[in-house]
């Protein structure tokens, strides 16, 4: 029989853990003084017990219980404890000797306190139920550990004594060879040819290793170039990641039916990925056919769901990188402009002033009755001469005036979000083209608006996902010509909204805004 299926337990802790978990807890001198406390039950049966060594044993015994409901080898009591025992009970320290504490005695002391706290002792009654708890937790996740801890929490509830770490190795090693069993069953049952074919065709040799200087080092497996996806938001690896997307989401097609009778939790999808990502190609290649499904369909799920999260990732980081910089280059942009339009106003005002002085000085002349009008006129060519005004246009005129704060600032976004939407498009583009979204948990405009940007077209309907004020500026006169100029300028806002609407989202994403079919 392959390893698995024999009881080797499993290797729940590591050294430093299961040394922790075999050994008393370490108090303080003011967790020493609450747990090695006596209740009046305790002090009136420690008054029956002859021997020295069972009075510090009972003690010692009766404050680790306390603290972590498990009863421990005197071996591993903590000479720290025994010294504050033995001066508490007025008994010479060296005269102690904890080995001597011997297991019949233990158990004697055991029974009285477990029914003074009110527990009971972990049996074979106890221990079936242990087992159907254990059973009912690795169909959900697999994680030994995790386990581990919830048999014991379970344990505490029910009021029943916590049993040796082995004693829980075994229940839970036996609990996932057990479930491990009923999958694989599934997995034989329901397995077809062309799946074992795709299955196997993971590892198999596919790309060729190249040096720097173009030589040939070897091959790697096809599961090898799945184990890892880039995380830099450059377009390249943003591509090369959309690539794996399509390669895995088509194998998850393949594979859907199985997976489906599988009805593996996420946890121990995660598990058994885990396993094969840890694990050379070649040693999974080595076990036996069903298991070897198992793990490998568990990788492609698991894997399929993280590099569609991830890519929703890096979409949020691709659009956040081109707000920020959009908005400080328009906040440049207005300072700049600001300064421009403030020399222009002091320009306008000086020629209206002398313009206003020069209405003045012509009126005095016309209305002087004492001049003819060729010395009037003259008067006034003289005055014209002496005073000129740069006369501004209309149009210059009219800028200035609409040059308000919020007009320029939104004239300054509209231009600098349509002119860096390019960048976002390189980036960001193929993400969307290749994300599923869940039809009845998302916003149907929204879908819509995002249908016709994978289609690469703009429509009425899907422009109403956006603001009134940007709704305008990606239409011309009339609702139904849209401004092709400003395309691109819808497309990114389109996608700004779509990363606001992804960060209200805390649930994860394959079962939220986006769907995993």
């Not at 076990?287 to 590099?307: A, C, D, H, T």
Request: include cysteine.
């Amino acid at each position: 029989m392959e390893r698995g299926y024999k009881m080797t337990l499993l290797q729940i802790l590591s050294d430093s853990e299961l040394k922790n978990l075999k050994n008393p807890p370490e108090f303080n001198s003011e967790e020493r003084k609450y747990f090695f406390y006596l209740p009046k039950w305790a002090e009136k049966y420690l008054e029956t017990l002859r021997k020295d060594i069972n009075k510090v044993g009972f003690v010692l015994q009766l404050g680790y219980f306390r603290a972590v409901k498990k009863n421990f080898i005197p071996s591993t009591y903590h000479k720290k404890d025994i010294e504050y025992v033995t001066n508490k009970l007025n008994i010479p320290f060296d005269e102690v000797d904890i080995s001597q504490y011997h297991r019949v005695d233990l158990n004697r002391n055991k029974n009285v306190i477990l029914k003074n706290i009110g527990f009971q002792t972990f049996n074979d009654d106890e221990k079936k139920l242990l087992i159907e708890k254990a059973d009912s937790l690795v169909a959900r996740q697999l994680k030994p550990k995790l386990i581990l801890s919830e048999l014991m929490d379970f344990l505490i509830k029910k009021k029943i004594e916590v049993p040796g770490y082995f004693t829980l190795a075994e229940i839970i090693t036996l609990s996932i060879n057990n479930y491990e069993k009923k999958l694989i069953k599934i997995i034989r049952d329901n397995i077809t040819s062309e799946q074992k074919d795709l299955l196997n065709s993971f590892l198999e040799f596919e790309e060729k290793i190249v040096s720097k200087d173009k030589t040939e080092k070897g091959s790697r497996y096809n599961l090898t170039l799945f184990k890892k996806f880039e995380h830099s938001v450059k377009r390249k690896f943003i591509t090369g990641n959309v690539d794996k997307l399509r390669k895995l989401r088509e194998l998850y097609y393949k594979l859907e039916e199985i997976v489906k009778a599988l009805n593996l939790s996420p946890e121990i999808i995660g598990y058994y990925a885990t396993i094969v990502s840890n694990s050379k190609s070649r040693k999974i290649y080595e076990r036996k056919e069903e298991r070897k499904y198992l793990y490998l369909i568990s990788f492609i799920v698991n894997y399929y769901y993280k590099l569609h999260d991830h890519l929703v990732d890096v979409l949020l980081r691709v659009v956040k990188n081109i707000r920020n910089s959009s908005q400080r280059e328009t906040e440049k942009k207005y300072y700049e402009e600001r300064k421009e339009i403030t020399k222009k106003e002091s320009e306008i005002i000086e020629a209206y002033t002398k313009m206003l002085t020069n209405y003045y000085e012509i009126r005095k002349i016309i209305k002087n009755k004492n001049w003819p009008d060729g010395v009037k006129i003259k008067n006034i060519e003289l005055l014209y001469l002496k005073n000129p005004v740069d006369i501004k246009t209309r149009e210059e005129l009219e800028n200035l005036i609409n040059s308000n704060s919020k007009a320029l600032k939104d004239r300054l976004k509209f231009e600098v979000f349509d002119k860096n939407s390019r960048k976002l498009h390189y980036r960001a583009s193929n993400i969307i083209k290749n994300l599923l979204f869940n039809e009845k948990s998302s916003n149907k405009q929204m879908l819509q608006a995002i249908e016709d940007y994978k289609n690469d077209k703009v429509s009425y309907n899907s422009i109403e996902c956006l603001p009134d004020d940007e709704q305008d500026a990606c239409l011309d006169d009339s609702p139904d010509n849209i401004n092709k100029s400003l395309k691109h300028f819808y497309s990114s806002k389109l996608l700004m909204i779509l990363n606001q609407v992804l960060l209200t989202w805390s649930i994860p994403i394959n079962t939220g805004l986006l769907m995993i079919i």
